[in-house]
């Protein structure tokens, strides 16, 4: 039977830099407040025209390197985004074109903060089906760009960057399982509600219940994990490392506590990256690969909760 298994990670965070302290300067609002509700002291921002795919694209070279792949033998791309750089092309088929891997199956799609799971979760089935060999996933954002930077109940949450894996075929268990869920039944507690169909509104900006979403996200997130232990039969002593969606400090403790699992062995990025959407979870998994947290045969949890709702876990074998 053949397995996926990530060869490689890859992320990328704009240059700009923005503190808790000079959105004091922007909003009403205090460091102190960001940091008790959020844990967020700092995110990063897109340049003027840096786009979602510039971000992409330099994190899906860092992958492809710490592989060992070659861009043009890139045979599969998804690419989870909800701030693409265009109607179309999609940015998978924009990625294709700057790796010069011509002719592959490339798409994005646009489930929100959960566009990483999402993604990996169909890679991960091409690869084990045979069709793809050496498929890039990955998670991008340019959330600043659909930011009402006057709002302080969200313009201190969001921010931009990118995440990247590169899958292959192994005949030992990588990815072990993936679960992805939806429920639009929440639609209007987090959106954008702006659109091509729909027209598009003078300003776009992302529109949230926070409390209300907080409680669900945690609710969600708390048997999204246990769906993944049950689905492998394993223990939650079993999990190595937590990774999770970096939304708020509080939502990643509230599902380390039901892990049982100590902050020790959660890798947690959003004190330095704020929530980038669908790049969370493949930024933070890279993180802590390269700084020797993660190392090869730990078991890991991912999982991430956004706008829909959607939501999703993974148990993977680095
Ligand atoms: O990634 C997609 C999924 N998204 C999430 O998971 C986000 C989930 N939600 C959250 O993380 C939290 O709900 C927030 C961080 C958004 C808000 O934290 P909270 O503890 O739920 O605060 P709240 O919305 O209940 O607001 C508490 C107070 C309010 O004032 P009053 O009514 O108590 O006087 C807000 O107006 O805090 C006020 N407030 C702020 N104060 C200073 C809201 N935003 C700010 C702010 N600075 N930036």
């Known amino acids: 039977m053949i397995h996926s298994r990530i060869a490689g990670t890859g992320s990328h965070l704009p240059e700009k830099v923005i503190t808790n302290f000079d959105l004091e300067k922007m909003v009403d609002t205090t460091d102190e407040w960001i940091r008790s509700r959020t844990g967020i002291e700092r995110r990063h921002v ?13 994190a899906a070279r860092r992958a492809l390197d710490a592989a060992g792949v070659a861009p043009a033998e890139v045979d599969f791309i998804a690419f989870g985004t909800t701030t693409p750089d265009l109607v179309f092309p999609n940015c998978g088929t924009l990625l294709q ?28 089935k091409y690869v084990r089906c045979g069709e793809a060999r050496r498929a890039l996933v990955i998670g991008a954002e340019t959330l600043s760009r659909i930011t009402d930077w006057s709002d302080r109940a969200t313009a201190v949450l969001f921010a931009d960057g990118a995440g990247a894996v590169v899958l292959e075929p192994s005949a030992a268990p990588g990815v072990l ?55 492998n039969g394993l223990e939650r002593s079993a999990v190595d490392w937590l990774v999770p969606h ?28 704020g929530n980038t959407s669908a790049a969370s979870v493949p930024l933070a998994l890279d993180v802590a690969v390269r700084d020797g947290r993660i190392r090869r045969g730990d078991l890991l949890l991912l999982e991430a909760f956004g706008g829909g709702f959607t939501w999703g876990s993974a148990l993977v074998r680095y």
């Open 46 to 58: 897109a340049a003027d025209g840096e786009t979602t795919v510039d971000l992409a694209e330099k």
């Open 97 to 124: 074109q700057r790796l010069g891997c011509r002719g592959v199956p490339a798409f994005s799609l646009e489930t929100a903060c959960a566009g990483f799971m999402y993604a990996l979760s169909i890679a991960d």
């Open 177 to 231: 399982s993936t679960h992805l869920h939806s429920d639009g039944h929440y639609k209007d507690l987090l959106y954008c509600g702006s659109g091509v169909s729909r027209g598009f509104a003078e300003r776009l900006a992302i529109i949230m219940a926070g409390n209300e979403v907080f409680k669900v996200a945690v609710t969600k997130l708390g048997s999204g994990v246990d769906e993944a232990l049950a689905a």
């Open 246 to 273: 970096q939304a708020n400090i509080r939502i990643i403790q509230a599902t380390a506590r039901r892990l049982d699992i100590p902050m020790e062995r959660v890798i947690v990025t959003v004190q330095d990256h």
